[in-house]
């Protein structure tokens, strides 16, 4: 399971696949999650928006943080993350509500602070989605977005050309391949101020790398007619024999964007 496979209601016959991939993402995450927290002010008594919450982690820990005087809500078009979220638990002052982020079920200036961690890049229409995040934030409150900039894949191992190939036919295969670099546009234009953008590299063990994002792209690129399965399989072998040697590096650019309302 890829940051590439499609998370809405139509994917929920994958579900398994994609929880087990959401539960990785939030183990190489977990170091930096307080520190968002602490950019947004979350805080005793806040009121929280998570938009494309998963299987709910942020959720509950976002809970723990905000108390018996604090709500959080979690949001996700894909029913079966949202059976999973209620599964695992529902603290007492959390909720998981199946979903569109480009049409929230609240009403104007309901929450302090909104998320939307790897979200926008799923999405057919972000501006909407980004409007509707303005649009239920109290004035003075924060959102928050995390996503990869896809464009950016760095991978040392294998041939040049055909990396090229791979991540060019992976970008256009998603709704939004460029999503981090277009924060900021988006953010303009829902009327958001003191926009700040932080780019940051992450890197994956070849193991990692190829499970959540290299076998997606290889099988776009197929798709998409650019690549042969003969090339693919060669490219793969070029990798493997560059993480046996040592040699083996992939990285992608990840824009943290947070701005006021």
Known sequence: MSDVTDFSAGAAGDAAAQIRYLDAV?????QAKDATFVMQGIEADSRVLDCGCGVGDDV???????????????IDANGALIAAAIGRGVPANARF?????????????SFDAVR???LLQHLTDPQRATNEMHRVLRPGGSLL???QDWQSIVVAGGSR????????????SLADGWAGRRHREHFVAAGFSQIESRPFVTSLSFVHA????????????????????????????GLLAADARGTFFYGVTVFLTIAVR
């Open 26 to 30: 939030a183990q190489l995450g977990a």
């Open 60 to 74: 509950r820990a976002i809970a723990a943080r905000v108390g018996a005087g604090g709500q959080v809500v979690g």
């Open 97 to 109: 509500l199946t979903g569109s982020a480009e049409e929230l079920p609240f009403p104007e200036l």
């Open 116 to 118: 939307a961690e790897r």
């Open 145 to 147: 977005a995390i996503d």
């Open 161 to 172: 050309s055909t990396t090229r190939k791979i991540v060019d036919a992976f970008v256009d």
């Open 210 to 237: 190829y499970a959540f994002v290299l076998e997606s792209a290889v099988a776009a690129a197929i798709r998409g007619g650019v690549l042969q399965q003969e090339e693919a399989d060669a490219w793969v072998r």
